[in-house]
C-alpha cells in the first residue's frame, strides 16, 4: 500500500506568480512540485520516493518564489510531480512518461499508451505551456520581450560520483544571458565551481527553453543549483538574492 506524497495537488496545472510584465524576465519553474492528484493514485509509488529528485527538483521552486519577489518578474511554477509527466520534455521525446527513473520503477506508468500520454499532456503540459505562451505574450504586448529563466536543481552525487560544481547554466546556441550569468558566478568571492553546460547539456530538442525562447529568438538560460544549497529557506533565498543581483542588471541592459 503506497501513501500520498505531500503536498496535495492544487486544482491547477499551474501556478502564477504575477509580476510587471514590462520587466524583461519571465521565470519558470518546470519541477516545482512532488504532487500526484488522488486520481492518479501516486502512480504506485512509495512516499519516500516522492522526497527524491525523480519527482521534483528540491528547493528550485523556493528559489524560483524568491527570485520573482526580489525582481517583480512574474513567474510560472508547475504544481505536479514530474513522474506524472516531464515538461521539460519535447512532446516525442521517450522521457516524457518515465516508467523506470533513477532506480525507482514507476508502476503508474508501466502500461501507459498513446491514449493516457495524451490525456496526461492535455491535462498537465498544455496549459503549462499555455501558460508560458501568454505570459510571453503578455510581455511583449508591454513592449519588453522577455528573456526566459527557467529554475532547476541537481543532486550531489551521481550514481556514487560527487559533482563537484554548486551551480550550473545550461545553454544552447544563444549564451547572450547565459554567458554572463556564468561569468558573473565565477567572479563570486566565494569561488564556486560554476558548470557551463554541466551538470547537463544544454541542447535538449523540444525542452522548454527550446519551445519558448530558442524558437522566438529570446535571451535564455537554464539554472541548475545543486540541491545541498537550497534544501531549506535560508539557502533558497541566499542563491536567489546572488542571481538577483546578476540578473537584475543584464535584463535592464538588454
Not at 502564477?16 to 502512480?43: F, Q
Not at 527524491?52 to 510531480?81: C, E, K, N
Not at 514507476?106 to 498544455?126: C, H, M, S, T
Amino acid at each position: 500500500m503506497t501513501t500520498a506524497p505531500s503536498p496535495p495537488h492544487p486544482p491547477q496545472p499551474v501556478e502564477t506568480i504575477p509580476g510587471d510584465p514590462a520587466c524583461g524576465l519571465l521565470l519558470l519553474c518546470d519541477h516545482a512540485s512532488n504532487a500526484v492528484p488522488p486520481d492518479l493514485d501516486t502512480l504506485g509509488v512509495a512516499a519516500p520516493h516522492f522526497e527524491r529528485h525523480i519527482a521534483y527538483d528540491i528547493g528550485a521552486a523556493a528559489v524560483t518564489r524568491a527570485l520573482a519577489r526580489q525582481l517583480g518578474a512574474p513567474a510560472l511554477l508547475t504544481t505536479f510531480s514530474r513522474l506524472i509527466i516531464d515538461p521539460n520534455r519535447g512532446r516525442t521525446d521517450p522521457t516524457l512518461v518515465m516508467r523506470l527513473s533513477d532506480g525507482a520503477i514507476v508502476p503508474g506508468n508501466a502500461r501507459i499508451g498513446p491514449e493516457g500520454v495524451a490525456e496526461r499532456l492535455a491535462r498537465f503540459y498544455d496549459p503549462y505551456d499555455r501558460a508560458i505562451d501568454a505570459a510571453v505574450a503578455a510581455a511583449i504586448e508591454a513592449g519588453a520581450p522577455p528573456a526566459i529563466v527557467t529554475v532547476h536543481s541537481f543532486t550531489p552525487a551521481w550514481r556514487g560520483v560527487a559533482r563537484p560544481w554548486q551551480v550550473g547554466i545550461l545553454w544552447d546556441r544563444d549564451d547572450r544571458l547565459a554567458g554572463p550569468l556564468i561569468a558573473g558566478l565565477r567572479a563570486d568571492p566565494a569561488g564556486f565551481t560554476v558548470g557551463d553546460n554541466q551538470p547537463y547539456g544544454g541542447g535538449l530538442p523540444g525542452d522548454t527553453i527550446d519551445r519558448h525562447a530558442i524558437a522566438r529568438g529570446l535571451p535564455n538560460a537554464l539554472i541548475e543549483i545543486r540541491q545541498d544549497l537550497i534544501g531549506d529557506e535560508a539557502g533558497a533565498e541566499d542563491w536567489a538574492a546572488r542571481f538577483s543581483a546578476l540578473l537584475g542588471p543584464l535584463v535592464a541592459r538588454a
